[in-house]
């Protein structure tokens, strides 16, 4: 007796070739997919995070503004806070005061962020251009780290001074005037960062708006788990005095992430279109096999097999097919990550999507969680056109005439 699809030159044969391709395509797609939209997410959230802190921590007065208004007060008993919320990583002070970068012929606007040595610098080393970042352990530090944006607006590399003017409100005259030398040069990838950011000494912020040394624009607070984000700034929030205010990064970038929520959803609508092309070629591929071994089933029908051992026969069949799909698609898949991981074959336009290249993200649970799910679902549905094997009469299949 022929196998089921011993024949490469009949109809079944081809249509199982179909299904199989549909299947590989199917599931390629969806780790694929899967892969950028993870790896994309992953990204934007880590660079956001970076620059900006995860969580902000500052006076209500300031929560409107980019630059520090007012100052708080950097004690002890806030500083215990954020070390006993088990979510929180590291934190730091920041001071932020806007100005003008000069050159000899040209100037551009910026926002200087005050930092001091509870930085850590080499969070920002991947980003790094040239040169390091400022020295801040030694007094009061002359050095900044700049953008290549601005480099290249300014003609500035590592190592040259420029001046930096700083609107001084308190005497509402002249602008505060200081020298500085790039230390170093930096890229985000996200413009709005690049366009103005630049690091230096917070002692700098604090000299011109006329703080004390233990005064500070606010905190910015990371934290181990983001997806636990929402419960940790909740709890930082309650345990700081009621002047002082908690802004996750959700909340101040809210365009962004709402944006990047969208891929999740992308995702799971090609994970639909995917399983159900697949589904369809497959229960196409075998109905076509029942209907040609109608003879068959007659048979065993007639010597005693009951219709959901025959049934089970050809899901067999159609889960061995499925299977061949899923092999050449995770091997299709998988090979796109390990390829834009290691070479960065796409590219992206930075100014929308905020990276060169398509960063990639997956995880082993994540592709054993894609191929259980299609398969499960492609057990379950498949059971339902074999239906038909319930409708053959065994007298009529064997009825040669």
Do not use: C
Not at 181 to 198: A, K, Q, R
Not at 344 to 355: E, M, N, R, S
């Amino acid at each position: 007796m022929r196998g089921l699809n011993s024949s490469k030159n009949n109809v079944s044969a081809r249509i199982i070739n179909i299904a199989t391709l549909a299947v590989s395509i199917g599931i390629a797609t969806i780790l694929i997919a899967l892969s950028l939209s993870k790896g994309l997410q992953n990204e934007i959230e880590n660079k956001t995070g970076i620059f900006n802190g995860h969580i902000l921590v500052t006076l209500f007065e300031n929560n409107e503004s980019k630059i520090s208004l007012l100052p708080i007060n950097e004690t002890p008993l806030i500083r215990e806070k954020f070390l006993n919320t088990s979510n929180v990583s590291r934190f730091h002070p920041v001071a932020l005061k806007a100005g003008i970068l000069k050159n000899k012929f040209d100037f551009e606007g910026i926002l200087f962020k005050g930092v001091n040595s509870d930085f850590d610098s080499t969070s920002l080393k991947s980003f790094f251009i040239r040169g390091r970042f400022p020295n801040l352990t030694n007094g009061l530090s002359k050095e900044i780290l700049i953008s290549e944006t601005l480099s290249k607006k300014l003609s500035l590399d590592v190592g040259d001074k420029t001046d930096v003017f700083f609107q001084n409100d308190l005497k509402n005259g002249l602008p505060s005037f200081r020298r500085f030398t790039v230390s170093g040069i930096f890229l985000s990838g996200f413009p709005d960062i690049d366009e103005n950011l630049i690091y230096g000494d917070i002692g700098h912020v604090q000299k011109i708006n006329k703080w004390g040394k233990n005064q500070i624009g606010a905190y910015e607070v990371f934290v181990k788990n983001f997806d636990k984000l929402k419960k940790t700034n909740q709890k930082i929030y309650n345990d700081l005095p009621p002047e002082i205010n908690s802004i996750p990064i959700t909340e101040r970038y809210p365009s962004i992430y709402k944006w990047i929520a969208l891929f999740d959803f992308n995702v799971l609508i090609i994970l639909v279109i995917m399983i159900l092309v697949g589904l369809i070629n497959m229960a196409t591929a075998l109905l076509v096999i029942v209907l040609e071994r109608t003879k068959m089933i007659g048979l065993l029908k007639a010597i005693g097999f009951q219709n959901n051992s025959i049934r089970k026969i050809f899901l067999f069949n159609g889960m061995v097919i499925l299977g061949k799909g899923l092999f050449f698609g995770n091997l299709v898949g998988l090979g796109f990550y390990i390829l834009q991981k290691n070479f960065g074959l796409i590219k992206l336009d930075p100014a929308t999507y905020f990276v060169e290249l398509a960063p990639v993200k997956i995880t082993f649970v994540q592709i054993i969680f894609v191929n259980a799910l299609f398969l499960i679902i492609s057990a379950l549905l498949l059971w339902i056109p074999l239906k038909i094997i319930l409708n053959i009469n065994p007298s009529q299949a064997l009825n040669t005439r």
